[in-house]
């Protein structure tokens, strides 16, 4: 199945010369979700996981099922003040700023074996926060897995120390 026929692109959006990567189409149509799924269920099985990490809030659209569906527990990444339980935290750098990132401090357990999924592959500062808060609770990353990966953006490169999947990449579009 060719999934970019069913990621719309929305030129302009948000700003003058994007180009945004829309996958509500793909999410409604059900084949195509589910044929996404599928392919990350398989990696999770194919890396060790057990235990799958999704950053706020599209990565849990993926994230959630293919932990569902693998029997493999799944552990949040989100947005400070979003966890009510005790957290840890990793700041991170934007292209204007800084952001922060959250997780229960007992989401990970030493030893377990995680692969973070998520919808999108930019730049990667997300993704390398993730990773670094599943390492400081004793986690070890065995794999990231997108469904879009945006090359130009040298994702891939922020995440060098990791291996790194993604479904469907765009290159100077």
Known sequence: ???????????????????????????????????????????????????????????????????????????????????????????????YGKNILCMHEDSIQPGDKVLIVDDLLATGGTSLAACHLIEKLGGEVVGLIFVIELVDLKGRETLKDYVVKSLVEYEGE
């Not at 195509?32 to 194919?46: G, H, L, P, S, W």
């Open 1 to 95: 199945m060719n999934l970019k026929d069913y990621i719309k692109n929305i030129p302009n959006y948000p700003k003058e010369g994007i180009i945004f990567r829309d996958i509500t189409p793909l999410i409604q149509d059900a084949d195509a979700f589910r044929y996404t799924i599928d392919e990350f269920n398989k990696y999770a099985i194919e890396c060790g996981a057990n235990k799958i990490a999704s950053p706020e809030a599209r990565g849990f659209i993926f994230g959630a099922p293919v932990s569902a569906m693998t029997k493999k527990s799944f552990a949040l990444v989100r947005k400070p003040g979003k966890l009510p339980r005790k957290t840890i935290s990793e700041e991170y750098s934007l292209e």
